[in-house]
């Protein structure tokens, strides 16, 4: 059963509502502590949803805490920014994941693909089963590779991937369609997530569509918790 905890951090008299980017963190102790102390202490995978205005500094907590964590023996890669184009596809994600932590780990996702591949440049036509191959062959080569030490996969911008469903049918008053990248990303990759695997997620407070729909997930065995960035208190305003 999924177990969702919420954690808020206390809200300033005096907030400073954006961020220009530094070398060290300023002002986010606590909050770099929770969600060391949350991953650290689990055995299986995991999901931690960081949440907040633009601007707020969540990418750069989120970088923070990939370097704390990296420190602790994880296996620990650059970011996956989920504004670029190029990640906002089903293979355009998994690609920049493997790619990010090392293609030589994922060798049955590499074979997949190729089989798959050479199937599109034949003509023929890839059925969803083919697909749903390759995203087994990437859980099983992620799984295998977290059995010596835990990865932590960090994807940012996600709000992006509920615009596809949200913005345009909303407007259009239109039902939003079944199928979308961001539902898929969770039921079929994060929630099926196996062995010490951790997400570390960062998205805009505008948008939940990823976000509800992880919460929706009922019965999965993946711990689940969300962090809302607050705006810095007025000491940590000054230093920053």
């Known amino acids: 059963m999924m177990r969702l905890d919420e954690h808020k951090t206390t ?11 530094l070398e060290n963190l300023i002002g986010r102790d606590e909050e770099l502590q929770t969600i060391e102390n949350i991953f650290t202490s689990l055995e299986g995978p995991a999901v931690f949803y960081l949440e907040g205005p633009g601007g707020i500094g969540k990418t750069a907590l ?3 805490a990939r370097a704390r964590l990296e420190g602790q023996g994880y296996v620990v890669k650059d970011l996956v920014d989920l504004y670029h184009i190029e990640h906002q596809s089903r293979v355009g994600i998994i690609q920049s994941i493997v790619r990010n932590l090392d293609e030589e780990i994922f060798t049955e996702y590499r074979k997949t693909y190729g089989r798959l591949q050479k199937k599109r440049a034949g003509e023929a036509k890839v059925a969803e089963t083919d697909w749903q191959e390759l995203w087994t062959a990437f859980q099983n080569d992620l799984e295998h590779h977290s059995e010596q030490k835990p990865v932590l996969i960090a994807l940012d911008t996600t709000e992006v991937l509920g615009y596809e469903q949200d913005r345009f049918h909303r407007d259009m008053g239109l039902e939003p369609p079944e199928f979308t990248v961001g539902k898929w990303l969770v039921d079929t990759i994060i929630l099926q997530s196996r062995g010490r695997v951790l997400w570390l997620l ?6 939940h569509t990823l976000y509800d729909h992880l919460t929706y997930a009922q019965g999965a065995n993946i711990s689940l918790h969300r962090l809302e960035i607050r705006p810095l208190d ?7």
Do not use: F, I, N, V
């Not at 809200?11 to 980017?21: F, G, I, S, V």
């Not at 960062?202 to 948008?207: I, K, L, P, T």
């Open 11 to 21: 809200q300033p008299t005096e907030p400073l509502k954006a961020a220009r980017r």
């Open 62 to 64: 989120s970088q923070a």
């Open 202 to 207: 960062s998205g805009r407070s505008a948008d």
């Open 234 to 240: 007025t000491q940590a305003s000054r230093q920053y």
